[in-house]
């Protein structure tokens, strides 16, 4: 079992910037991939940023240039630097992991979910 415990969130003007993290917790060795999510009101929970154990990432089209994922597997912690924030980057972000072997923007792929940080931009 994997537990996830984000932090980082909070408001910040539009052009700003936030680190999320997400520290995990238990058998954290089986996790092959490991992710970002967010959603908005309203809104679908989509996929922000992914990572795989190898190191190799994926973004989003809406987020490439500006944000950058990774991990530290020796503290088991992922991360999120989001750059030049903008108002439609407002959303709950969730940490999400795997141990099966695919990595993708997929919600039905994770198997382990964190609790949710808030991340509101103004303009």
């Known amino acids: 079992q994997v537990q996830l415990v984000e932090s980082g969130g909070g408001s910040v003007q539009a052009g700003g910037s936030l680190r999320l993290s997400c520290a995990a917790f238990?058998?954290?060795?089986?996790?092959?991939?490991m992710g970002w999510f967010r959603q908005a009101p309203g809104k679908e929970r989509e996929g922000v940023a992914v990572i795989a154990s190898d190191g190799s990432t994926s973004y989003a089209d809406s987020v490439k240039g500006r944000f950058a994922i990774s991990r530290d597997n020796a503290k088991n912690t992922l991360y999120l630097q989001m750059n030049s924030l903008k108002p439609e980057d407002t959303a709950m972000y969730y940490c999400?992991?795997?141990?099966?072997?695919?990595?993708?923007?997929?919600?039905?792929?994770?198997?382990?979910w964190g609790q949710g940080t808030q991340v509101t931009v103004s303009s």
């Open positions: 238990g058998y954290t060795s089986s996790l092959y991939c």
């Open positions: 999400a992991a795997t141990a099966r072997g695919v990595c993708g923007f997929g919600s039905s792929l994770y198997n382990y």
